[in-house]
């Protein structure tokens, strides 16, 4: 017991630096929430690139649209495409999987003074079983395209709370 008691020392002289990334902010702060509430997402052309933009504007604001006037803007442009790897069903003799990739370049703009102030890329690579049915193939593919959409915006998010977390 006598070991322990630095450790619950430090434990509560520390207790009060933290607080929840998502949490509310301490009187006269902007919370992190509020502040990814103010970023507007530029319109972007393409079913996957809308869909993309669809998570985005939700992962950003939990619901509540793209906001008008806000201070930055994301501009976004997006690269989709399948390919298939040399892995071929014994059975069948056809390949057993696509892999569908969204290569995803944005760059985030402070309005007030125009100044691109991030720069950066974000990845995802998703499988989807092959299948013999042209249409089950079509619709795993658009399935396997959303999830990366899903994905790309997850990882956007959390580089944009990086960013507004570390620049304050």
Same mark, same amino acid.
């Given at each position: 017991m006598k070991n322990l008691a630095p450790a619950f020392a430090l434990a509560l002289m520390l207790g009060g630096c933290f607080q929840p990334m998502y949490g509310d902010a301490p009187l006269g702060k902007t919370s992190l929430r509020d502040t990814l509430r103010e970023v507007e997402i530029a319109p972007i052309e393409g079913r996957v690139a809308q869909e993309l933009r669809n998570d985005l504007i939700f992962e950003l604001t939990g619901g509540d649209g793209n906001p008008t006037g806000a201070p930055y803007r994301l501009n976004i442009m997006v690269s989709a495409g399948t390919s298939t790897p040399p892995i071929i069903d014994p059975a069948t003799g056809v390949p057993a999987v696509d892999? &569908? @990739?969204?290569?995803?370049?944005?760059?985030?703009?402070?309005? #007030?003074?125009?100044?691109?102030?991030?720069?950066? +890329? /974000?990845?995802?690579? &998703? @499988?989807?079983?092959?299948?013999?049915?042209?249409?089950?193939? #079509?619709?795993?593919?658009?399935?396997?395209?959303? +999830? /990366?959409?899903?994905? &790309?915006?997850l990882q956007i998010r959390s580089r944009l709370a990086s960013y507004f977390l570390t620049k304050s």
């Open positions: 892999i &569908v @990739t969204l290569n995803v370049t944005y760059r985030l703009v402070e309005l #007030a003074n125009n100044k691109t102030v991030l720069n950066e +890329r /974000a990845l995802a690579r &998703v @499988t989807v079983d092959r299948s013999l049915q042209r249409f089950a193939r #079509a619709r795993g593919v658009r399935d396997a395209e959303n +999830r /990366a959409a899903k994905s &790309v915006a």
